[in-house]
């Protein structure tokens, strides 16, 4: 009996049930609902067994495999190039995590297998590289604790190479019908990356036999980033450009976009006007204005024309102070000059942050060594960086001079 038929009667049965049951003949009724249920049962049972036949008949054993293949007809339905199966990254596994703790915490050599895996790696001042969990991490601290770096932009272009300036800022120009562009065809200026190695001590003091690798992490990360972002940050603003990238302050600013003030004098709201009326209108959007603390409290109580504050403080959603001079936001630093000026000194400037380009490798090492002087085992982190103004038309300093 197959399925269609197995129902039909059922069905019929049912009715015949129903209708017994209306004419108040529920003996014959219940002996009806019986034959029901036997019928379910017999079916059920030759269900069964009709599946377990069918699976004795897959499962028979092959004697000679070789020549049952041999006849079968097939297709190739995909396949797969080996050289471009994704390898699993070595810098991310738990027994690469453990090796560089303990290379870190003890001076225990890296094993082998992790030594140099890198065959692109030039540089020869390297440790460990660090590992790739720590190194996100570390590079999303350096973005969130950071004031100046999140504003920055990040590069990653190879040392030593020659980037058109207008890779990094492309400008729109009209053409007509079936031309190119007059910014493809004209050399526009370039920027070329140097190898500067940015080195800071990381300071791990623990009881080696009882630190967890969860501590270990977080505390190395916390003192790379707080390290990295204090070095970075300051040759973003002062760097000099030899041995380390080119800061906002070693820049000449274009003709008519310098306020001086008299060295006995303080900033005030008239510099504040004056500096803002030598932006050029095309950068006035995203500049911002750097100073010290200190600089911007001196303008805290003074008032404009209207009698309104023009020093703001307000505090966001995270609850960190957000400062703005005239209405344009205010970015402190401590990378400048609180002191009395022995030279002219820029005490302030407006500046578009991404018109700066600073370029990273990001494959962070650490490397660890004995000081010879006092014998203690210092452990640095080492990153290569280089950073420049591509565009110094948003830059406006207010320099104090030295004499009146």
Known sequence: MDKKQY???????????????????????????????????????????????????????IVDIQNYSRNVEGKVIDTVEIGNIEKPDMYNTIEYRKSFMNYVLNGSPIPGKFVNADANTKTSDVGSVIPTTILQRIVEKLESTGMILPLVTKTGYQGGVSVPTSSAKPVATWTAEGTGSDK???????????????????????????????????????????????????????????????????????EGQNIDIAADKEPDYKTLVDAEAALPLAYENG?????????????????????????????????????????????????MSNAVPTADTVVAFLFNFSDYLLNLN?????????DNDTDDQVTKAILLADGKVIDKNSLVTVTKKTSA
């Open 7 to 61: 129902l039909d009667k059922r069905g019929k049965l049912v009715n015949q049930a129903q209708k017994l049951i209306d004419g108040g003949k529920a003996k014959e009724a219940k002996d009806v609902m019986e034959e029901i249920k036997k019928l379910d049962t017999d079916y059920n049972e030759a269900a069964k067994a009709q599946a377990n036949l069918k699976s004795l008949e897959d499962s028979k054993p």
């Open 362 to 370: 990001y494959n962070m090492t650490v490397k660890r060594y004995e």
């Open 287 to 335: 500049a911002v204005w750097c100073m010290t603390k200190k600089t911007f409290m001196s303008f805290v109580g003074m008032v404009d024309g209207n009698g309104q504050p023009i020093a703001r403080v307000s505090y966001g959603i995270s609850g960190r102070p957000e400062r703005s001079l005239l209405g344009r936001t205010v970015v402190l630093n401590d990378y």
């Open 184 to 254: 493809q065809k004209k050399a526009t200026g370039s920027v070329v990356f140097a190898y500067y190695k940015l080195r800071c001590a990381v300071s791990v003091s623990f009881e080696v036999s009882v630190v967890t690798l969860g501590i270990f992490e977080t505390t190395i990360i916390n003192n790379i980033a707080e390290a990295m972002t204090k070095a970075l940050e300051q040759a973003i603003i002062s760097g000099t450009g030899v041995g380390q990238p080119k800061g906002v302050l070693a820049e000449t600013v274009a």
